[in-house]
Nanobody, 122 residues
Framework: QVQLVESGGGLVQAGGSLRVSCKAS??????MAWFRQAPGKDREFVSR????????SYADSVKGRFAISRDNAKNTMYLQMNSLKPEDTAVYYC?????????????????WGQGTQVTVSS
């Protein structure tokens, strides 16, 4: 049974940093990603990473501030978030896809974690 379990969210002041983690169990995935959903808004892509070659990509809104990584031995993915802004406040979701193509569309992701709340105060 596949499970994705996030951890590490919390409350931080603007300009601060947080790291969220996602541990996968049940199988490994080549492509995993982070999405987020703020109240009243659609879920949006944040970042993705590919196990096979370490390729990464980011949404423009977080580029230069966030860094995605993974520890393949632990089957765990991370999102280091720096220079946080109030508009980064959202529930952050870990996702994994069985697709073999490089995608940032939430509909292409087959497995989801329960989400972890990140709140950035001004």
């Amino acid at each position: 049974q596949v499970q994705l379990v996030e951890s590490g969210g919390g409350l931080v002041q603007a300009g601060g940093s947080l790291r969220v983690s996602c541990k996968a169990s049940g199988r490994t995935f080549d492509t995993m990603a982070w999405f987020r959903q703020a109240p009243g808004k659609d879920r949006e892509f944040v970042s993705r990473i590919r196990r096979s070659d370490g390729s990464t990509s980011y949404a423009d809104s977080v580029k230069g501030r966030f860094a995605i990584s993974r520890d393949n031995a632990k089957n765990t993915m991370y999102l280091q978030m720096n220079s946080l802004k109030p508009e980064d406040t959202a529930v952050y979701y870990c996702a994994a896809t069985l697709a073999t193509f490089w995608t940032r569309h939430s509909s292409d992701y087959n497995y989801w974690g329960q989400g972890t709340q990140v709140t950035v105060s001004s």
